[in-house]
């Protein structure tokens, strides 16, 4: 079964690449990214559903801390 994360990776790193050959930086491109992911969350999303999922995200940058799912 092919996922979302199989279209569009090809497509993210063949941007990255790009950028790279142009001397584009990397998070120039995130920011693009970013931005887009916020357009298509809003055509479905409120903000305050955006707002929990960023802040979710932001919570567990960190790749060396334990997720916590519940407290014992």
Request: proline letters at 6%; aromatic letters at 6%.
């Amino acid at each position: 079964m092919t996922t979302a994360r199989d279209i569009l990776m090809p497509h993210i790193d063949a941007g990255l690449a790009e950028a790279n050959e142009k001397k584009m930086s990397s998070d120039a491109v995130a920011r693009i990214l970013f931005e887009q992911a916020l357009r298509i969350w809003k055509e479905s999303r409120s903000p305050e559903d955006i707002r929990a999922e960023l802040l979710e995200a932001a919570d567990h940058l960190d790749p060396d801390e334990d997720f916590m799912f519940m407290r014992p």
